[in-house]
């Protein structure tokens, strides 16, 4: 089983303050502090820093986060093999995010839903980034901006990036400039979505 203290650690990653942290894991915010000082002097490192008032992961912070959801989803996924029978199908939990979700990924779950099971989450990209990171969910089907040195890649597919307007607008059947939108008002998906991050890059 991982260490106890890892898990008050990656509840402290999450919530970025240890008064939620201590709430979440049941214990009181002296231990969380405690568990967090504890891996500290264990690991030689500081894992969080203060900037003002935010509380915020150190590099060496990030790196333990990663290794530590690893062991996690390991441990996770050895509790599904020693419960799962001997005839029980594969299963596997997938993410998407809504465009993908909606129109590419029917057709690509087709053949495995034929020798196996699966469950999927529809969500933007920053959801089902932190769904990956905290076990939640094995793969996921994403678009935008991500650090890729934490996770395993892989190209599924490339896309224009597309607008669209009414038919009477006076952009219709024009090619404008990115520049020339400052003018309008624009609809955005929300924040944590992928293709907002892209657009809001530009």
Request: net charge positive.
């Amino acid at each position: 089983m991982i260490d106890f203290r890892l898990k008050t650690f990656l509840s402290v990653c999450r919530h970025l303050n240890y008064t939620r942290a201590a709430e979440e894991v049941h214990v009181t915010q002296p231990a969380v502090t405690q568990h967090i000082k504890f891996l500290e002097g264990e690991y030689g490192c500081t894992l969080f820093e203060y900037h003002g008032k935010q509380l915020l992961l150190t590099e060496k912070g990030r790196l333990l986060q990663q290794l530590a959801n690893q062991l996690l989803q390991n441990e996770r996924y050895a509790l599904q093999k020693m419960q799962e029978k001997k005839d029980s199908r594969p299963f596997i939990k997938i993410g998407a995010t809504k465009t993908i979700g909606e129109y590419c990924l029917p057709s690509v779950i087709v053949p495995w839903l034929k020798k196996g099971g699966c469950r999927i989450q529809i969500d933007n990209t920053k959801n089902l980034l932190s769904s990956i990171n905290n076990g939640v969910i094995d793969i996921a089907f994403i678009e935008g901006f991500f650090d890729s040195s934490q996770y395993e890649t892989k190209t599924f597919r490339s896309d224009v990036f597309t607008g669209f307007c009414a038919s009477f607008h006076p952009f219709a059947g024009k090619t404008v400039k990115l520049s020339e939108l400052l003018n309008q008002p624009v609809f955005l998906r929300e924040e944590g979505s992928g293709s907002r991050a892209i657009f809001e890059s530009f």
